[in-house]
């Protein structure tokens, strides 16, 4: 009994040491397993979020893209619109005093199109009356009306 027990202990002590260096590696591995682990669910975290901003600042860029591309369209429309103005004296000699009216007749253009009728406006006109003047003051279509290039505008900070 003794030679087999001395046989079979350092079997068995191998065997035991083989199954603890196993457990032992075992251990050694899901730990470093679980540090990558750790490492690429912050890796997938970082590259979610930069996805996210970067999808937020490309829909911001493309907005603005968007919005600048349509002011500039306006911008163009309003420069091709233009006003024909004509004015002339009109006296009226119907009665005792001769009446001198002032007519003014506009109408608005697209390119070379049209878009009004001619309005007309007559007023009465005194005598040594600045005629300049008149047609100044009684213009529907002004060029401040009709041009905003003249007006500010709110200049907006992107983020």
């Known amino acids: 009994m003794d030679t087999l027990f001395l046989?079979?202990?350092?079997?068995?002590?191998?065997?035991?040491?083989?199954?603890?260096?196993?457990?032992?590696?075992?251990?050694?591995?899901?730990?470093?397993?679980?540090?990558?682990?750790?490492?690429?669910?912050?890796?997938?975290?970082?590259?979610?979020?930069?996805?996210t901003a970067m999808e937020g600042s490309l829909e911001t860029a493309l907005h603005a893209a968007e919005e600048t591309a349509r002011r500039k369209a306006f911008d163009n429309f309003l420069t091709e619109l233009r006003v024909e103005q004509r004015?002339?004296?009109?006296?009226?000699?119907?009665?005792?005093?001769?009446?001198?009216?002032?007519?003014?007749?506009?109408?608005?253009?697209?390119?070379n199109i049209p878009l009004s009728d001619w309005i007309e406006h007559e007023i009465l006109v005194?005598?040594?009356?600045d005629v300049g003047r008149l047609v100044?003051?009684?213009t529907i279509f002004d060029n401040g009306?009709?041009?905003?290039?003249?007006?500010?505008?709110?200049?907006?900070?992107?983020?």
């Open 7 to 51: 046989i079979f202990l350092p079997g068995f002590a191998a065997v035991a040491a083989g199954l603890l260096a196993w457990f032992v590696m075992q251990s050694r591995m899901e730990v470093a397993l679980a540090g990558l682990r750790e490492q690429l669910a912050e890796s997938r975290g970082a590259l979610q979020a930069e996805r």
């Open 126 to 129: 005194d005598d040594g009356a």
């Open 145 to 159: 009306v009709v041009s905003i290039n003249d007006l500010p505008r709110p200049k907006k900070a992107l983020a």
């Open 87 to 111: 004015h002339y004296t009109r006296e009226n000699r119907m009665l005792t005093p001769a009446r001198t009216s002032l007519v003014l007749q506009e109408r608005m253009f697209f390119r």
């Open 136 to 138: 100044q003051d009684m």
